[in-house]
């Protein structure tokens, strides 16, 4: 029994005729393996961002190091607050300034207050900031009514964000702005880093004009090339672009071998239906463990998997997905179903890496027409009401060609397979583009 039959026995209801996009996404949780990747380098931090973090990186020292000043005011015991009436003013005599980056050395009696600077070390014995918009100057005293104030308030504790020891990032983790950022904070100048993911891609069909032909009759250019191209840099993929294959057997076998033995996993767009002249598939069963499935969804119906062996036998096969030809569909069955597999292949540990990314809960703006039985996945417009929650009203034209619409709109507006109608005012789910595509 081959790997893809396996994982089929184990699905209840399993129909590759008219299989869920649940189906499709527990097929691959199954299929795919974690982590396949373990060749490690270590990088400089500025060329980290998006690499999936090797090993946890373990802070050095606490952060921050000592408790410090929030605000730019002035530092005092918190003590005084309890001493003074509830509604009477707080005065403090300024004996000195604590700035940013250098500890103040004098001494402090009671009733006595210093000036300090936003990340200043706090004074020994203070322990509260009363912020300077708080505060009346008074020649060498400073006065601001007690109520404003709690004690500790607007000092920042030490190790309050890390403690030393403590591991500031883990294994697995895909380095994003903000974790670049926590790395820097504790001197980290490289940081060891999984290899790349190498995804190899190529567009298939005699209609398709490469960019730079002639145009004709019934001949569009080929665009799925550099939006697959796109996903996969955002990714953080290395991206092999193996171009225009024609509808010619013997060049698509040639091109999926090449393919399977440089890549950890292959995309191609177009020819895996039941076509005359798509050769695709018929040379996909012959090099590999294969799949192919009619997915009740809308755009993206057609679709196949499997596993590709190398010439080399001790090489892991590459994870083939075939996607459809429509622009608009192959984006859509990116996001649904081959995000999530290369993000688990690369061995991130990000939660839910097995399902498609979140969903934002938002009120449809008009009624929308949906049968129950498959997931639709229409472009949409997410805006802010007037009360502060999103609403999202559906783009025009839902065709799959009409890539126009995925460059205009926010998101995808993800109707669920046993949904029905949709009345305006209702709720539903939204797959936001921002920080995806």
């Known amino acids: ?30 299929l795919v393996a974690p982590a396949v990747i373990s060749a490690r380098e270590d990088v400089a931090l500025a060329d980290a961002l998006d690499r999936v973090l090797a090993e946890d990186l373990v802070s050095p020292f606490s952060v921050p190091p000592h408790d410090n000043s929030a605000m730019d005011g002035f530092a005092f ?136 032909e002639a145009p004709r009759e019934g001949a569009v250019f080929d665009s799925n090339r550099y939006t697959t191209a796109g996903l996969l840099r955002r990714l953080g993929c290395e991206v092999i672009d193996l171009g225009l294959v024609r509808d010619d057997p013997v060049a698509l076998e040639a091109t999926l071998r090449r393919a399977a033995d440089t890549a950890d996993a292959i995309i191609t767009s177009g020819g895996v239906s039941v076509g005359e002249a798509d050769h695709t598939r018929a040379v996909m069963q012959r090099l590999g463990d294969m799949a192919f499935w009619r997915v009740a969804m809308r755009p993206g119906r057609p679709m196949a998997v499997g596993l590709i062996p190398a010439s080399d036998a001790t090489r892991v096969p590459a994870v083939l997905f075939g996607l459809p030809g429509n622009p608009v569909a192959v984006m859509v069955t990116f996001l649904a179903f081959v995000r999530p597999a290369l993000l688990r292949m690369m061995g991130t540990n990000a939660a839910g890496v097995s399902s498609a990314p979140p969903l934002l809960r938002a ?55 046993a949904q029905g109608n949709v009345a305006a005012g209702d709720d539903v789910d939204v797959m936001m583009f921002d920080g995806v595509i």
């Not at 081959?2 to 994982?7: A, K």
């Not at 559906?394 to 060609?401: C, D, E, F, L, R």
Request: charged letters at 25%; hydrophobic letters at 45%.
């Open 363 to 417: 009120r449809s703006a008009t009624a929308i027409r949906k049968k129950p039985g498959r997931t639709e996945y229409q472009r949409g417009f997410v805006q802010a009401r007037a009360d502060g929650l999103p609403e999202v009203r559906i783009a025009g034209n839902q065709g799959s060609g009409v890539l126009s619409s995925m460059v205009q709109a926010y998101g995808l507006v993800v109707l669920h397979h």
């Open 1 to 30: 029994m081959t790997r893809i039959e396996e994982i089929a026995a184990q699905l209840a209801g399993y129909d590759p005729k008219a299989l869920s996009v649940d189906g499709v996404q527990d097929f691959l949780a199954r």
């Open 77 to 212: 015991d918190g003590a005084l607050l309890e001493q003074a009436p509830a509604d009477g003013d707080v005065r403090l005599k300024v004996v000195g300034t604590a700035l940013a980056g250098a500890a103040w050395r004098g001494s402090i009696d009671t009733g006595e207050a210093v000036k300090i600077m936003t990340g200043a070390v706090m004074p020994r014995g203070l322990d509260t900031v009363v912020p300077q918009e708080f505060c009346r100057i008074e020649g060498e005293t400073v006065a601001f009514p007690a109520r404003v104030l709690a004690r500790g308030d607007n000092r920042r504790l030490a190790g309050e964000d890390l403690r030393q020891g403590e591991s500031a990032l883990r294994a697995g983790d895909r380095l994003g702005p903000a974790a670049l950022g926590l790395a820097g904070s504790l001197g980290a100048a490289r940081l060891p880093v999984l290899r790349r993911l190498r995804v190899a891609y190529f567009s298939t069909g005699d209609e398709i004009l490469s960019l730079g």
